[in-house]
């Protein structure tokens, strides 16, 4: 029963119910037909024997032994289910047949043989002495026959059996019926859940017309529209972070830029000064101050080379000066100077110029990171880095937002591959979230052909396009986390 839907619980309960009743019924039916059927052939016989006396009584008086036995058949009452014979003494039947019961006018079908069998009473014989001047001549054998009324009974007994199958079916239907229709509702909001689970935050159920579902539904689209609400507020928040970030890294950036770069660069120039100066110095200290300032110079040096490489890890100082096509294409040379065994291919398309500051810098960190994870982690030969534009689709429109534009960066070498087991690192968990902050798309896995790729989806906001696509309001409702 546990497979079963609520529908076919209600209609087997309901089945048996109905079958248990019409089981009781048909029981008393036939217990209490039998009682009857067995009574009114007892009184018939009851009758045929007073009839019986009545016209043997008769003949008697006429007082004709010779005929008495032969004209007994035509002077006899022949009553309802009972059959009557006439032995003479050597209980033989006078008569060629056994009188049959009265036929009836509306003669019915007669019962099959089971039913017979349940209601047919015993059967029961009584004899009529014929005797004539105190000797018996021979019988009169009355011996019931309920034939007749049994199939009566099974008359009656088919059109209630029919009458009640008939409701049952009449009654199941109905029930089926209106489970199914009280029940659709259901179905209904079991497809919304889906579509909530499957990230449509907008799905909202039409009206339930069933009273007690209808609460149910009102309540699923309020959850709903609190669960979308709270899904924009936190994207918004995500992308808000990630840009925060950016914007203080790059201030940071800034800073060291201009504040320690130039201060560096006045600790060199005095002490390059005081290196000069202190050679043309006589004695002991000349030697010795030049010495210090020499240390200084290196530490000086030292210090420029962390700030330089501080701030390109802060923000590639190139970003927002020149195209993506370049800063990937310096960023790729670099590994081409550090690996050269190691063929490294860069495609990106002609027209993708700058997809937005922090899609830029994201698509730089993602591949940055990639590279550094194959050639630390691949023992790669061949490392593949290709940038496709992704039209606005619903493959990328998420949550009911509407698509926008992508950059799809794919990242495919042929060294060990990925073993999806692996637990992420700091690399590729941060690009994940980052990704996912922004609205995008993140995936590594073995190719089937060896080695690992590297699948990212970077939502764009393209600036050039931003003031023709303001008018759309379906574009607007896609951009309202900005
Ligand atoms: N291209 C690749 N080929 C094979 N294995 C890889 C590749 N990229 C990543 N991995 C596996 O995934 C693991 C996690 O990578 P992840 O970048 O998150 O961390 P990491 O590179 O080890 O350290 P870091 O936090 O400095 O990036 C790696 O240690 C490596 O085992
Ligand atoms: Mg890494």
């Not at 590594?444 to 906001?461: A, D, N």
Request: overall charge negative.
């Amino acid at each position: 029963m546990h497979h079963l839907s609520l529908r076919g619980r209600v209609l087997a309960l309901f089945s048996l119910i109905m079958l248990a009743a019409i089981v009781g019924a048909v029981l008393l039916l036939i217990s209490n037909a039998r009682e009857a059927v067995r009574a009114e052939t007892a009184a018939s016989q009851e009758l045929a024997k007073k009839l019986a006396i009545a016209a043997v009584g008769a003949l008697a008086r006429t007082g004709r032994p010779d005929t008495i036995l032969s004209d007994l058949p035509v002077q006899l009452q022949h009553p309802r289910h009972v059959r009557i014979a006439i032995l003479n003494l050597r209980n033989e039947p006078t008569t060629k047949a056994l009188l049959e019961p009265a036929e009836e006018a509306d003669a019915v079908t007669p019962a099959p043989a089971w039913f017979d069998a349940l209601i047919r009473p015993p059967v029961e014989i009584t004899r009529v002495p014929i005797a004539l001047d105190g000797a018996t001549m021979g019988y009169v054998v009355i011996a019931t026959e309920p034939s007749d009324e049994i199939a009566e009974v099974w008359q009656d007994f088919r059109a209630l059996l029919f009458l009640m199958g008939a409701a049952s079916l009449i009654l199941g239907l109905a029930v089926y019926w209106a489970l199914g229709r009280s029940l659709r509702p259901l179905a209904t909001i079991a497809h919304g859940l889906e579509q909530l689970q499957s990230g449509n935050y907008g799905v909202r159920l039409p009206e339930i017309a069933v009273p007690d579902l209808a609460r149910t539904g009102r309540r699923f689209n309020d959850l709903a529209a609190t669960l979308e609400a709270t899904i924009r507020e936190k994207e918004a928040l995500s992308q808000q972070l990630v840009t925060v970030q950016d914007t203080e890294r790059k201030n940071i950036a800034l800073e060291l830029h201009d504040e320690f770069g130039p201060c560096l660069f006045g600790i060199k120039v005095d002490a390059t000064f005081i290196e000069s100066e202190a050679g043309k110095l006589d004695g002991e200290t000349g030697p010795a101050l030049a010495e210090r300032a020499r240390a200084i110079l290196e530490i000086v040096d030292h210090m420029q080379q962390s700030n330089r490489a501080l701030l390109s890890r802060l923000r590639p100082m190139a970003l927002g000066h020149v195209g993506m096509p370049q800063l990937l294409e310096d960023l790729v040379k670099g590994f081409r100077m550090r690996n050269a065994d190691v063929q490294w291919r860069l495609r990106v398309p002609d027209d993708l110029e700058s997809c937005g500051e922090t899609a830029d810098l994201t698509i730089y960190r993602m591949v940055q990171e990639c590279l550094t994870n194959a050639a630390r982690h691949a023992d790669a030969s061949e490392i593949d880095v290709t940038l496709q534009t992704v039209p606005p689709s619903a493959a990328n429109g998420r949550n009911g937002v509407a698509p926008m534009d992508a950059v799809r960066v794919l990242v495919a070498d042929n060294g060990r591959g990925f073993d999806p087991a692996t637990e992420f690192g700091f690399g590729l968990s941060g690009m994940g979230q980052r990704v996912k902050a922004l609205g995008g798309a993140f995936s590594i896995r073995p190719r089937p052909e060896g080695g690992t790729v590297v699948s990212i989806l970077v939502p764009v906001e393209r600036e050039g396009r931003a003031a023709a696509t303001t008018a759309d309001p379906a574009e607007l409702k896609g951009r309202a986390h900005d």
